[in-house]
C-alpha cells in the first residue's frame, strides 16, 4: 500500500448518470464495466472505487421486489467474481470491500430510519484471509457501523483518519494485514482521533479513553508486546466511547431556534389580527368548535413520535367525523335531499377505497395494499386499463380537450416508457397554462373570470401530477377528482359556509397526502418522479417535479378551494376570497408552529432527526408554497 495521499486517487472515470430511456437504468452499470478490464490490468492504482448505480435505479423505478432484481444481483456476482481472479493472480495484499450506502424499502424509496434502509451488507474479500470450509450459512454476521469503514481504509492505506470521524477500526480486517506493533499504533492513533472529538462535544465519558490513551500511547509502551486479546479490550473500548459520542455530538443553535418561535409568534399575532378584521374570530358556532378541538389534538399528537409516524390515522379519522358534525349541524335539513345523501355516502365509498390504495406510516406499511397488486407483473393491463378508465373519468369531470390530450400522451408513456410521450405531455400542459392568460370576460363577470383561470391551472396541475406519479397512482388522482366534485356538490346543497367548506379541504388535503403513500419519513418521498421524462440533470426541474408529486393532494385541494370561491352560494367578492384563503392559511401556521416547537422540546428525543425534524421539514415546505399560491390567487 502507497502512503502518498496525493497520488491515493489519480484517476476519475465517469459517463452520464441518468441515460436517456428510463427503461434502460437498469444497464447503466455498462459505463463502469467498460472500463474495468483497462484498470484492472494497470499496476499505478491503490484504491479503486466502482460505483455500481443500477441496483438503486432499479428500486426507485419499480422498487426493491422488481423482477429486475434477481438478474442485476447475478451481474453484480460476476463482476465480483472476475476482480477477485483477478487480485488473486496479482499476488499481493489486497482488499476486495462490497457494501452498499443504504438500503431501500418495498416502495423503491430510502432515507429514513427502518431496518430495510440503514441496515446493508458489507462483504470483506481477499486471497490473504483463510478459507473457510464448512460454515453454517445461518452463521450470524458481526455487525459493524458504516463510519467504521472510513478508519479501517484510512489504517490500511496508511493515511489521517478523516476529521470528525467517529468510527472504529474493524479488527477482524487489519489483523490479516497489519502487524502487533502497527495495531497497537492503531489503537493509539484512534485514541487520539476519539478524544479530540469528545473535547469538542464535552462528553463525559472519558475514563476508557484516557486510560486506552494512556496503556498504548506512552513512550515507555512502544514496544511493548501486547497481546491480541489486549487490543480486543482496547478496540471493544473505543467502540463503547465512539458510540456515546455518536448518541450526543449533536449541536443545536438555541439562539436561531428562538429567533424562528419569535418570528412564528408575530405571524400568529398578525393572523389573529387579520382574522378579528375579517369578523371570521368573533362568532363561536360548530365549526369554530371542530376545528378548535381538532386544532388542539393534532398539536398534542405533534409532541409523540408514534403519532407522528402514523400520523395519517388522525386524518382518516377527521374526515368522516367532521363531516358527519358539520352536517348535523344544518339541522337536519339535508336529510330530505335524497341526492346529498348519495353524494355523501359516495364520499365516504372514495375514502375507503383511497384508503387502501397506499398504505403508509410505519406499523403496517409492510402489509399488501391495491396499489402492491397492481404494481405485480400479471396485473399490468388491469392497471392500464384503470388508467383508461381515470382518463375517461377527467373527461366527463372537466370536458376540458387540453387535458384529455395530456393525459393520452401520459398514458402512452406510462406504458412504452418513452420519454418522447411525457415530452408532449409537458408541452400540452405549457400551452394549457399559456392560455390562461388570454382568457377575456366582461367587467362584470371578474369572479367567473377567475374562477375560469384557476380551473385551468388546476387542469395543468392535474396533467403534470399524471406524468410524474408511477402508473398505479394515476386512477387515484382520478378518484380524487371525482372525490372533489361530490363534496364540492355536498357543500352547495347544504348550504356549508366558506368557512366550513375551507375546513373541509384542508383535512381533505392532509388525508389524500396519505392516500399516495406518503409519510412522515424522508424516505417516502419518491425520487424517480424527478426525473419523468427528463433527460438531461437540471436540480431546480427535479426539485420541483419531486415536490410537485409529493403534495399532489394538498395543492390539489388549495386550487379547488380557489376555484370554489366564486359560487354564487357565497356571494363571492374580493372579501370572501380573501376570508377563505386566509383561514385556509391559518390552519397551515397552526400545523407549522406546533410541528417547529415539538421539534425544539425534543430536539434530544433518540428520534428527533428521524420523526420531528422530516415533519417540521415537511411542514415547512408545504406551507411556504402554500403561501405562495394563496397570496397569487388573491391578485390573480
Request: hydrophobic share 45%.
Amino acid at each position: 500500500m502507497a502512503s502518498d495521499v496525493s497520488h491515493q486517487f489519480c484517476s476519475v472515470r465517469g459517463r452520464h448518470v441518468f441515460p436517456r430511456q428510463r427503461l434502460h437504468r437498469s444497464k447503466v452499470d455498462n459505463n463502469v464495466t467498460r472500463n474495468l478490464a483497462e484498470e484492472l490490468e494497470r499496476d499505478d492504482w491503490d484504491v479503486l472505487v466502482l460505483h455500481y448505480l443500477g441496483l438503486d435505479h432499479i428500486g426507485h423505478l419499480s422498487g426493491s421486489r422488481s423482477s429486475l432484481v434477481e438478474p442485476k444481483l447475478r451481474e453484480m456476482d460476476g463482476l465480483i467474481r472476475r476482480i477477485y481472479r483477478v487480485l488473486e493472480e496479482k499476488k499481493e495484499p489486497s482488499l476486495l470491500v462490497v457494501l452498499g450506502d443504504h438500503g431501500m424499502t418495498d416502495a423503491g424509496s430510502h432515507g429514513g430510519g427502518t431496518d430495510a434502509e440503514i441496515n446493508t451488507p458489507m462483504v470483506f474479500l481477499s486471497p490473504s484471509f483463510p478459507r473457510k470450509i464448512g460454515v453454517s450459512p445461518n452463521t450470524p454476521p458481526a455487525s459493524i457501523k458504516q463510519v467504521d469503514l472510513a478508519s479501517t481504509i484510512s489504517l490500511l492505506t496508511g493515511t489521517p483518519i478523516p476529521a470528525d470521524n467517529t468510527g472504529v477500526f474493524i479488527l477482524q480486517v487489519l489483523r490479516h494485514f497489519l502487524s502487533t506493533t502497527e495495531l497497537q499504533s492503531a489503537v493509539c492513533q484512534l485514541s487520539r482521533q476519539l478524544q479530540l472529538a469528545v473535547l469538542k462535544f464535552e462528553n463525559e465519558s472519558m475514563h476508557e479513553l484516557r486510560e486506552t490513551r494512556r496503556i498504548f500511547c506512552s513512550p515507555g509502551n512502544v514496544t511493548f508486546p501486547f497481546s491480541e486479546s489486549d487490543i480486543q479490550n482496547a478496540a471493544d473500548a473505543l467502540r463503547m466511547v465512539a458510540s456515546e459520542l455518536s448518541a450526543t455530538a449533536s449541536e443545536y443553535g438555541i439562539v436561531s431556534i428562538c429567533l424562528s418561535f419569535l418570528l412564528m409568534g408575530s405571524a400568529f399575532v398578525l393572523y389573529c389580527i387579520v382574522l378579528s378584521n375579517l369578523k371570521l374570530m368573533l362568532t363561536v358556532n360548530t365549526v369554530e368548535i371542530v376545528s378548535g378541538v381538532w386544532m388542539v389534538f393534532h398539536a398534542v399528537s405533534l409532541t409523540s413520535s408514534s403519532f407522528i409516524e402514523e400520523e395519517h390515522q388522525l386524518w382518516y379519522i377527521s374526515i368522516p367525523s367532521a363531516l358527519s358534525v358539520l352536517l348535523l349541524s344544518q339541522n337536519g335539513s339535508w336529510l330530505a335531499n335524497k341526492g346529498v345523501m348519495g353524494k355523501l355516502l359516495g364520499l365516504l365509498v372514495l375514502h375507503r377505497l383511497m384508503r387502501e390504495w397506499n398504505r403508509t406510516g410505519d406499523k403496517w406499511a409492510h402489509l399488501p395494499d391495491i396499489g402492491d397488486w397492481l404494481r405485480e407483473p400479471d396485473n399490468a393491463w388491469t392497471l392500464y386499463g384503470l388508467i383508461g378508465l381515470s382518463i375517461a373519468i377527467h373527461a366527463g369531470l372537466t370536458k376540458s380537450v387540453p387535458l384529455i390530450t395530456g393525459l393520452t400522451f401520459t398514458f402512452f408513456f406510462h406504458y412504452s416508457q418513452r420519454n418522447l410521450f411525457a415530452w408532449l405531455a409537458y408541452i400540452v400542459s405549457a400551452l394549457h397554462l399559456v392560455s390562461v392568460f388570454f382568457i377575456r370576460r366582461q367587467p362584470h363577470e371578474q369572479e367567473l373570470l377567475r374562477k375560469e383561470r384557476w380551473l385551468r391551472l388546476r387542469s395543468v396541475f392535474v396533467n403534470v401530477a399524471c406524468v410524474i406519479v408511477r402508473p398505479h397512482n394515476m386512477p387515484l388522482i382520478a378518484l380524487m377528482c371525482c372525490l372533489e366534485r361530490l363534496l364540492g356538490d355536498v357543500a352547495v346543497a347544504s348550504k356549508l359556509t366558506p368557512k366550513q367548506v375551507a375546513f373541509l379541504y384542508f383535512l381533505h388535503g392532509w388525508a389524500t397526502f396519505f392516500y399516495f403513500g406518503n409519510a412522515n419519513a424522508i424516505s417516502s418521498v419518491d425520487v424517480s418522479a424527478g426525473f419523468a421524462g427528463i433527460t438531461v440533470y437540471c436540480a431546480p426541474l427535479h426539485g420541483l417535479l419531486i415536490f410537485l408529486q409529493v403534495y399532489i393532494g394538498p395543492i390539489f385541494w388549495l386550487l379547488s378551494l380557489i376555484c370554489r370561491i366564486p359560487c354564487s352560494a357565497w356571494q363571492a367578492s374580493a372579501g370572501r376570497r380573501a376570508e377563505v384563503v386566509t383561514l385556509f392559511l391559518f390552519f397551515r401556521l397552526v400545523c407549522v408552529a406546533v410541528a417547529f416547537g415539538s421539534a425544539a422540546l425534543q430536539r434530544h428525543h433518540l428520534f428527533v432527526w428521524t420523526v420531528f425534524a422530516p415533519k417540521v421539514l415537511y411542514e415547512s415546505v408545504h406551507s411556504i408554497f402554500a403561501c405562495l399560491i394563496a397570496l397569487i390567487s388573491l391578485s390573480f
